[in-house]
């Protein structure tokens, strides 16, 4: 299968987000900037001796922050061009750090950040980015 085929990350309008019929494809962040977290709601209390009872509310709910010492501005344009075309939300396909599975759950986009590197003065665009890095969220949304 050729490199273009693979991804860190597929990102797709549907359900049903595959290498092959993703809208996006993310490529693989700088080694040691893809911090992968997950979240999970408690509803807990004390009990009169103190101890903790609680319960796990709803499901785990992922989120990777991925980030690139060096990204060409066609890759972060392309990425980002689909985002802002209405794209706040969307299908992602991820492997899953936890379980050891690819999953494609509802993510939506969180905080994103770059650093442009040898702006052109003329045309303001720059020759690349160093730095960059944004975050897909979990919706939680039940399966």
Known sequence: MPDEQYAYLYLGDSPDVTAQSCAVKVPYPTVGSAAFETARMVDAARNANGEMVGRMVGRS???????????????????????????????????????????????????????????????????????????????????
């Not at 075309?85 to 939506?108: E, I, K, M």
């Not at 986009?109 to 720059?126: K, M, Q, S």
């Open 61 to 143: 709910s992922d989120k990777q922050t991925l980030g690139w010492k060096r990204i060409a501005c066609r890759d972060w344009w392309a990425m980002h061009r689909w985002f802002e075309a209405g794209h706040f939300t969307f299908y992602c396909r991820y492997f899953d750090h936890n379980t050891g599975v690819w999953r494609t759950r509802l993510f939506y986009l969180g905080d994103v950040r770059a650093n442009p590197v040898r702006v052109d003065e003329i045309t303001g665009a720059p020759a690349w980015y160093e730095d960059a890095a944004f975050s897909v969220i979990d919706c939680g949304v039940v399966e």
